[in-house]
């Protein structure tokens, strides 16, 4: 069975910091890998994806990720973390149609102080 | 994005009772439809897969006699929690897929299940 880690469950930073959130996998097949985000009080919603192609993958809002598959990870990044970003970021993947059968990780809250 | 619509937003229900929640993709045709469920402080776990016009498979644990789940048309999936008990509070969560591959999946805004 797939598994999904992410090892930072609150992290604070201030304003212009840069942010990387760990995700780690465990699946032995080819993998579809996702970053969601939850502001307070609203919706999840995509942040990026991969599927196939560069394993560096830009998404909304100045987010990348970037998929190292000798290491399982697919750790979000962004360079300077804005009072906006305050939110819960969820790391997820999927084996098979892309969307399909979707395993997700704990979590991480994320708290931006200005 | 599209959008998927869940009602009701918060429900407190008495002990052995059951509760209807709806899903509805407002913007385009739901092909499939995921039903989750959210413990505190831990992650979305799917419950269901549901294909309009099909049933739904379970996944492993989730008992499908509890948990009833319908998606009799492209734009709408219930999910009935029968004869709830305090065990089953939770928050509950959907999402909604326009087709198969890399179609993606947009979710509801959830549904927190406090029996009582």
């Known amino acids: 069975a797939q598994s999904v880690s992410q090892h930072n469950h609150h992290v604070i930073l201030s304003e212009a910091a840069s942010l990387e959130l760990g995700c780690n996998y465990s699946y032995g097949g080819t993998v579809n890998l996702f970053w969601y985000v939850q502001y307070p009080g609203q919706h999840l919603q995509l942040l990026l994806k991969?599927?196939?192609?560069?394993?560096l993958v830009k998404g909304i809002k100045g987010f990348e990720a970037e998929f190292i598959k000798s290491k399982f990870s697919f750790n979000l990044r962004k360079p300077s973390v804005q009072w906006s970003d305050t939110a819960e970021y969820f790391c997820a993947v999927s084996h098979s149609g892309g969307y399909q059968k979707v395993t997700f990780g704990t979590g991480t809250k994320l708290q931006v102080i200005p | 994005g599209a959008v998927v619509s869940q009602h009701p937003s918060r429900v407190i229900c008495k002990s052995g009772t059951s509760v209807k929640i709806e899903c509805r993709s407002l913007?385009?045709?739901?092909?499939?439809m995921f039903w989750y469920r959210q413990f505190p402080k831990q992650s979305l776990m799917l419950m269901a897969t549901s294909n309009e016009g099909s049933k739904a498979t379970y996944e492993q644990g989730v008992e499908k006699d509890k948990f009833l789940i319908n998606h009799a048309s492209l734009t709408l999936s219930t999910l009935t929690v029968t004869s709830a008990h305090p065990e089953d509070s939770s928050f509950y969560i959907c999402?909604?897929?326009?087709?198969?591959?890399?179609?993606?999946?947009?979710f509801g805004q959830g549904t927190r299940l406090t029996v009582v």
């Open positions: 991969y599927f196939s192609g560069d394993p």
């Open positions: 913007d385009f045709q739901a092909t499939t």
């Open positions: 999402s909604a897929s326009g087709g198969q591959g890399v179609a993606e999946a947009f």
